[in-house]
């Protein structure tokens, strides 16, 4: 796994090495082990990279540069040997092992076709001198990032994180107000954005060309991250895959062959993201997904497994982890979490460089702190969940159904309308209580519903965090209009199957895949994700979800294919999401700790939050009346982002 910038078209060439060096540097996290400069002869193109040696140690530095063609990469390509022996067949001759020169092979012998034939994550930029121009592509489901700006001097930035473009300059672009709102919404900021205008996410599933020869320059006075609208006009990434063709050629049954088939491709999955010249572990918490994943490995090794517990029972499911670990007889390590993981606020910050308020991402930082005393590479059940619908709101969402269907449409407006004005709200009531929400929700749409149930902070909440002007320069936009534009897509009529697609665009590769990446980068270890490999996903995304969901259960076709691997103990338990007890966790503190952690005065700085508002809702969850430990979460790491940021624009 690696780290990789490229500067392209850079407008003051006498600097191009100073800033690259600079850039690449905030990236030793991702690759410490090597790192490599490589500027072109017309000083136009620039690429720098960190490497984390995985496979071939003694090879594979980078940039690589062979046959008038440069590659930076940061990834693993898992079929590298079939192509290499496809390859040499015909003609390319290979100086090392690694991917990375499978990689260019592939590009010299393809072209931009070669994305095709990778089974992989991989995100990667190459300059081929011959043709003048830059390619730069994202594996399909987003695995492995890339950010990519555009400046008003007409240079292009590219690179693994948001902090090597931010290196760039000390001036840092001003926020986006709609990133904004998509973070206190969503708890992320869906791609193609990011929390600064100007910067982007490359989506996944995306490439895009630039000609150098033929690129436009604009002023040459300053280089910074000033946004240049014209510019953007110019970059149009394209898609090369996406998953919405799965889901909208729906399959209604699934026989015996296939499930064998589907076993024999997961178990060939796992076992090929267990090839690395460096010690492998994986976490393990005791379900189904990363139990099968520990199975398959412990096949030929003995497999170091991590799993982490948390200072509140109901939470912790680490017991459920050291059983499946001693069923399968694994070297394990258990860490327990507290309350002091708010002592690391300031790193979860820098680790991610926007505002994310995944409340997992501090605890599964700190397992892999743990875990890279003994491996260098994890794997992960990351996937599992949105691939074979796992997550509570799928079945929430097909119970709603039904229940709207059991009346005619004529009459089910006003019932739901009317129940839900006459029974009591319950906030401080466990969800499944909340019968007000209930008929609520039964009164609303599909896509206001899924968002809202994916929401960390529904619009309630959002008008007390906001000030009134503020929520007006929003100018009507919502975070909802990321799940229209996507359900718009998806031709299938099952509702779950359109969630399910959502999830696919926004919810894994914004939160679930950024958070595995970003705190497995920063203790340097690569994290690979078996249920993602792009042959699965094709496999199991066209499969009807009455096949998946039945009554509380959840996951049915996985745990067919997991019936001969492991134990009905383990493949018959119901899931148990990953989240830590922030409610209670914020309840431990005093009211004036919790608002010194909060860091208000930092808000207070800032026009676009209402700070009695805010205050509201911390005596709010203080008194019981409401459970919304993720909104002061929210809030409380977007506090710290501000207080990270250098000297801002007046926004």
Known sequence: MCGFVALINPSQAEQTELLLKKMTATLDHRGPDDSGYFINDSANVAFGHTRLSIIDIDNGHQPLVKNNITLVYNGEIY???????????????????????????AWQEWGEACIDKFNGMFAFAIFDADKQSVFIARDRLGIKPVYWSQLANGTVLVGSELKALLAYSADKPELSEHAVHDYFSLGYVPEPN????GIHKLAAGHCFTLA????????????????NKAAHEKIAPKQYWDCANAINTPQVTTSANELCQGRELLSNAIQTRTMADVPVGAFLSGGVDSSIIVGEMNKNQNVSTYSMGFDRKEYDESAQAETV??????????IT??????DYLPELVAMFDEPFADNSAIPTYLLTKQAKKQVTVMLSGDGADELFLGY?????????????????????KPVFSFLAKVYPAMPWAPQFLRAHSTLNALNNDFITNFHRAMSINPPEV????????FTESLNGYSSKSHFETHASKITNTDVIKKAQYIDFKTYLPGNILTKVDRTTMANSIEARVPFLDHRLVEQWLPKSSEQNIKGRKAKLLLRQIASTLLPNWVTGRLKKS???????????MTKSELKKRMQLDVLKSNHWFNIDGIEGLIDSHYSGKQNIGMTLWSITVFAEFLKAQPTQKEQ
Request: aromatic share 8%.
């Open 79 to 105: 079929n590298h040997n079939q192509l290499r022996q496809t390859l040499v067949e015909l003609g390319h001759e290979f100086n090392s092992h690694c991917d990375t020169e499978v990689l260019l092979h």
């Open 194 to 197: 990011t929390i600064y205008k």
């Open 212 to 227: 150098v020869g033929n690129m436009t320059v604009g002023s040459t006075e300053a280089c910074s991250l000033e946004v």
């Open 325 to 334: 670990a001693k069923h399968l007889n694994t070297n394990h390590v258990g």
């Open 337 to 342: 979490v507290s309350c002091n993981t708010f």
């Open 392 to 412: 509570r709101n799928y079945r929430l969402l097909r119970l709603e159904g039904k229940i709207k269907n059991s009346l005619p449409k004529a009459i089910r």
């Open 462 to 469: 959002l008008a007390q965090i906001f000030t009134p002007a």
């Open 578 to 588: 990953f989240t830590s007890p922030m409610d209670e966790w914020f309840r431990m």
